[in-house]
């Protein structure tokens, strides 16, 4: 079930906004059926056991979507952070730009790598991997 709150964050978006965000949840929806979700930290996010897995929101240049562990997925298409984490990110300015094969790799490998960012400041900062 989609918590309320991400619809009202997509449908409070411009139009092609709207659009690249209701396609990602869409995809992510039908991928991670019953992982939790709602808004963290002001844009949507799913978790796995309280763990964030993937999220999006909208920046400047578009519609960033990120995966807290997405830089252990070895995928070229996505960006990766900082460094300080383990997170990578794809960016979309149009919902034509959206590839769903891609999407759903990256959302199988999210289930299948990922880092304990639920335990971060228990642990003072460091990530331990938990898949």
């Known amino acids: ?18 659009a690249i965000c209701d396609k990602l949840l869409q995809i992510i929806q039908k991928q991670l ?3 939790e979700n709602k808004v ?10 309280g763990n964030p897995i993937v999220g999006y929101n909208k920046l400047k240049n578009g519609v960033r979507l990120l995966f807290w562990s997405g830089a252990s ?15 990578a ?5 149009s ?6 094969s891609d999407i759903e790799r ?3 490998k999210s289930k299948e790598i990922q880092w304990d960012y639920k335990n971060i400041v228990k642990r003072k900062g460091v990530l ?3 898949k």
């Open 1 to 18: 079930m989609i918590h309320e709150d991400i619809l009202s964050y997509n449908n409070s978006k411009t139009a092609e906004d709207k």
């Open 33 to 35: 059926p019953h992982f």
């Open 40 to 49: 963290w930290h002001a844009h949507p996010v799913w978790f796995e056991d």
């Open 73 to 87: 997925f070895e995928e070229s298409e996505l960006k990766l952070g900082t460094g300080k984490f383990k997170d």
């Open 89 to 93: 990110s794809k960016t979309y300015t």
């Open 95 to 100: 919902v034509d730009e959206v590839n769903v």
């Open 106 to 108: 990256w959302l199988q």
């Open 128 to 130: 331990e991997r938990l």
